[in-house]
């Protein structure tokens, strides 16, 4: 079993910056390939990015790409969503998840390739 908290949403003002982290436990050492997903209010659970188990891969989704980082570090059992220029559409919960099930060098956009979820921080974006 494993436990993800996120933490560091809030509220930013368009053309800033916010990092979020995500805090994982359960096992000795997580090495799971590892996503960030967005739900906006009255919208579908979205892919933001993810990252392999070692860092070697990394995937974006368009809408995010050049804008957002995903990080991670190993030895601290966290994964980090780096967000810069963000946008009044950047708004939503962000959710951090982890896919046990890849082997190493593979990323995965797909919620069902995510077993484990955490309960979500608020990014609020204004204009």
């Known amino acids: 079993q494993v436990q993800l908290v996120e933490s560091g949403g809030g509220l930013v003002q368009a053309g800033g910056s916010l990092r979020l982290s995500c805090a994982a436990s359960g096992r000795t050492s997580i090495r799971d390939a590892m996503g960030w997903f967005r739900q906006a209010p009255g919208k579908e659970r979205a892919f933001v990015a993810a990252?392999?188990?070692?860092?070697?891969?990394?995937r974006y989704a368009d809408s995010v790409k050049g804008r957002f980082t995903i990080s991670r570090d190993n030895a601290k059992n966290t994964v980090s969503l780096q967000m810069n220029s963000v946008k009044p559409e950047d708004t939503a919960v962000y959710y951090c998840?982890?896919?046990?099930?890849?082997?190493?060098?593979?990323?995965?956009?797909?919620?069902?390739?995510?077993?484990?979820w955490g309960q979500g921080t608020q990014v609020t974006v204004s204009s």
């Open positions: 990252i392999s188990r070692y860092a070697s891969n990394t």
């Open positions: 998840a982890a896919a046990p099930r890849l082997p190493d060098g593979l990323v995965a956009v797909t919620i069902t390739a995510y077993d484990y």
